[in-house]
């Protein structure tokens, strides 16, 4: 008996396992399948699914065939059931595929948002009307929007979710937000700060208080992954200060809902302050101690620095890299001395093998020819690598004002002792036909237009055609430039104008040409030697104000102008660093024929960065003119000043030395200095405020707002605002200016349009 109840037993539990694992179908293997069908579909087509099942008609039915047709429709992911079941029919077995759809999301309705859109929270949410539908992604959502509001300071917010099924198997969500009021950061406060401020403190965080503008900045909102940073940020900058033990603790969070707000306490223990007490480095054949030593700006008993040892260590591998070793690896490390508050500091180096310029590759020039872009190269394929070389090629090719970018990487060569170097530039557009308009009290309309080719046939060759018209002048000039003619050092120039200008006093009209070479004679350094004749015409001088250098007439000047430039700025269009320095001379008549005179200017620009993208700039220029001989300075080479590019908020009228008419004759000395704060918001519009002063000396008539000679003391001054920008026409600018030293009769400032790149 008890043998025959464990046999039953053994047979009911092997019929459990078998129909446990066999998979829900009631297919059987055999017969000829007739008819292959979907049932209990309503958004999948049947054609969807059919795609995707291998039992065909006319084929015998396989068990396992049919095993992994359910597998397949499965991994469209929009059933949660599928079964198969089979009955015989006139044409061979029916198979029926019976599937169960997971509900898909219908609408989604946002109730209750007021203080947030709802495409904002639209944005964060994974719950999209067509999509699977998934009870977890409730809570997903719920989650999200609770994290949107937190990041826009809304900490009581509340959210209810609410699904309903329609007959179509959709399911629609209705979501009702209850967001509560804004609670904003009241104060943060640190605990155990005895040596650091805590004023210097907090101006590490990006975590602030709320202000009187917070409205404008946002600030005062508590972000959790933010203010985690600014943990990191407070230990950096602690470390940066000699703590390098400092722990800065979890912040405590203290919401207070009665009052709406939230208050931040930031735990630290600080510590002791180190210094350094030895600096060591191991020197090689390529660098001695004394050299490493010189690139590391910490010293003996300054205050332990890490962000100071770190930009110390990048030094020192550029001076590698600048002599070939492009892999150098150079580690700092440390000994602490607890007892004594101290750091030893040591630099180890791996300067790794010497490597050289492999294959330098050109890419995206589809216009600019390959040579024209590289003898821009300080570098030559086969010659040892060097870091500041490839820098400065990069400011080079930068310089050419060809491109809108121009990126420049390095990668290991064929050979383990090469690096190739490949250049990628976007071309920019160095063609335009420029027509534009502008407004000044004394020029009233301002019309300028112009043709010019910056890069023409992809050669670097520049020609241009311009013009500029107002009340007072009218200007035609042509300019043809080859910066290295016949692909030599030398640059090449030709030029032809008729300039008829309004000087108030007297009208001239210039009419001439001239040629232009220059050869760079070091990276910075640029000499060049120009010639330029013209006829000149005054007129429109009044009888009763004629003299000996005024006066209606026709003269010739023939001139040879050497001059010298060393610029080191790191843009010409946009420079936020370096210096630009002109020294030109003007010798006319003589040997030359014309006039007898000579003209001597120094020009010098200083740009630097000052916090943040801001950038300061300074501009001055002494200039003095004389005839000699039996000659005079004629008029017409008399200095005057006013303007968008000379002294701001003043015009021509205004400056100098003036007849008894109280029109302007200019001078023979000026005198100019200009002070910009700069703000580039993009890579080509910038803003600026400005302070100006400047004034035009010599003898005449009426010399109240001036004297004869320089006067640091007689200078015309004014302060004021403008934009620069690149346009499709080239550099623009917008300026007012207003005056500080008005004097009687004179506008309180002026409006300025300009085109072309300042100082």
Known sequence: MMMKFRQIFLLISLVILVFAFAPETHAQDGGLVGSVKIQGNKRVDDSTILYY????????????????????????????????????????????????????????????????????????????????????????????????????????????????????????????????????????????????????????????????????????????????????????????????????????????????????????????????????????????????????????????????????????????SQRGYAYADVNPVTKINDDSRTVDLSVAIDKGRKVYVGEISLLGNTRTLDNVIRREFRLKEGEVFDSEKLKRSKQRINNLQFFEDVKIDTRRGRDSDLIDIVTTVTERPTGSVSVGAGFSSVENFIFTAGISQDNFLGRGQKVVFSTSLSSIKSDFNLSLTDPRIFDTEILMGIDAFNRKSDFFSFSSRNTGGGLRFGKAITEYDWVGLNYRFE??????????????????????????????????????????????????????????????????????????????????????????????????????????????????????????????????????????????????????????????????????????????????LEMRDSIGAGVRFLSPFGPVGFAYGLKLDQADGENPGEFHFSAGSAF
């Open 53 to 320: 099942i291998k039992t065909r008609e006319g084929e015998p039915l396989s068990r396992n065939q049919i095993r992994k047709d359910i597998e397949q429709i499965y991994n469209l992911g929009q059933f949660k059931d599928i079964r198969v079941e089979t009955q015989g029919g006139l044409d061979g077995l029916e198979v029926v595929f019976i599937v169960e759809e997971i509900p898909s999301i219908g609408d989604v309705v946002l109730r209750g948002n007021d203080k947030l859109s709802d495409d904002e929270i639209r944005e964060k949410l994974a719950l999209k009307r067509g999509t699977t539908f998934q009870e977890y992604m409730i809570q997903e959502a719920k989650e999200a929007i609770k994290l949107l509001y937190h990041e826009k300071g809304f900490f009581f917010v509340e959210t209810s979710i609410d699904t309903k099924k329609s007959a179509d198997n959709l399911t629609n969500i209705n979501i009702r937000i209850r967001e509560g009021e804004k609670v904003r950061i009241k104060n943060i406060r640190f605990v155990g700060n005895k040596s650091l401020a805590a004023d210097d403190l907090k101006e590490q965080m990006e975590t602030k208080a709320e202000t009187w503008f917070s409205f404008l900045d946002d600030s005062g909102i508590y972000k959790k992954d933010i203010l985690k940073l600014d943990m990191f940020r407070l230990e950096g900058f602690y470390h940066d200060n000699g703590y390098i033990r400092v722990r800065v603790l979890e912040p405590k969070i203290g919401v207070n809902k009665k009052d709406k707000e939230i208050n931040i306490i930031v735990p630290i223990e600080e510590g002791p302050q180190y210094r350094v007490r030895k600096i060591s480095a191991q020197p090689d054949e390529t660098l001695t101690e004394e050299e490493i030593l010189k690139a590391i700006k910490i010293k003996v008993k300054d205050v332990y620095n890490v962000s100071g040892v770190r930009a110390d260590i990048l030094n020192i591998t550029e001076l590698y």
């Open 535 to 712: 006829d000149v015409e005054i007129t429109d001088v009044d009888p009763g104000q004629e003299t000996s250098h005024l006066k209606n007439e026709k003269r010739i000047t023939s001139r040879i102008s050497p001059t010298f430039i060393r610029d080191t700025r790191d843009n010409f269009l946009n420079p936020s660093t370096g210096w630009r320095h002109v020294v030109r001379f003007d010798l006319a008549g003589g040997v030359f024929g014309g006039a007898n005179f000579h003209k001597m200017s120094y020009e010098t620009s200083y740009y630097r960065p000052l916090i943040g993208k801001l950038v300061g700039m300074l501009h001055g220029q002494i200039a003095w003119a004389d005839g000699y001989g039996d000659g005079k300075l004629p008029s017409f080479e008399r200095y005057f000043l006013g303007g968008p590019s000379s002294l701001r908020g003043y015009t021509i009228r205004d400056i100098g030395p003036r007849d008894s008419a109280g029109d302007p004759i200019g001078g023979n000395q000026s005198l100019l200095i200009n002070a910009e704060l700069q703000y580039p918001f993009t890579k080509g519009f910038r803003g600026f405020v400005f302070y100006d002063r400047g004034n035009v000396y010599g003898g005449g008539p009426d010399i109240r707002t001036t004297t004869t000679t320089w006067d640091l």
